[in-house]
């Protein structure tokens, strides 16, 4: 979207222009008639969004869920298994570690990737920023096969809601998690780590830095973290004998 704005450069001179913004909404998540959250989101893609967001977070699986209808500000799931859940009320920000703070088990994925696979793969953050450089209000996400292919991307003003759209669109298209990898510009936090691991994502490569409890999770939890992904380098902090 645009927005008018006051632009001042050499000194004094200015002018008035419009300028792209990125846009955000609050939507509340309703699950089988509670309140479980309220979430901060671009509001696109947000049928990926929630299916992405249940399963990462060990709410709901896609089998359990049965409907989910967006209207206006409010995102209501209909699941099977009513009983099971736990829910918690929240107001959702960026730096949330997890809704239900229970750590995963450790993925099963013996898969190995290239280093040059990797480091070829990171022509697509250009790819998957298309919002971000027009706007500089977003991260993005991308699911990478173990090949180098670009299966997907999102962007978000949160980055943990652009890795939620693109775990919820592999779901929904019934993709094999185990063999692929996730392209990220965000900060790599405890809560990244948990979401890829209970999807069984092997290994996430960011531009940005992980956190320390993310390195010591990500180590015990049989996941690869890579940060500082920037051509012609980048750094592998956890499960190195991942990267060949």
Known sequence: MKRKALRFFSGRDKEEREVAVSED?????????????????????????IYGFLASEGIANPDDIQKVTLANENITVETKNKEDLKFLTELRSSGCSGMLQV??????????????????SLRHFDDSSKEWKSTGGTHSASLVSNDGKLLKSFEDIGRHNALDKVIGWA????????DKFVLFTGRLSLGIVNK???????LVVSKAA???????????LNVTLVGFARYPSFTVYTNRWRIE
Not at 110 to 116: E, G, H, N
Not at 171 to 178: P, V
Not at 196 to 202: L, Q
């Open 210 to 220: 992980p956190l320390s409890k993310a390195i010591d999770t990500a180590d015990k």
């Open 196 to 202: 890829i691991a209970r999807v069984g994502i092997p």
């Open 171 to 178: 779901l929904l298209n019934n993709q094999k998690l185990e």
């Open 103 to 120: 750590e995963p088990e450790p993925i099963n994925s013996k898969t190995k990737f290239s280093s040059d696979v990797i480091l070829n």
């Open 25 to 49: 909404g609050t939507f509340h998540i309703n699950v089988n008639g509670s309140l479980l959250t309220s979430v901060f989101v671009s509001p696109k893609n947000l049928n990926e969004f």
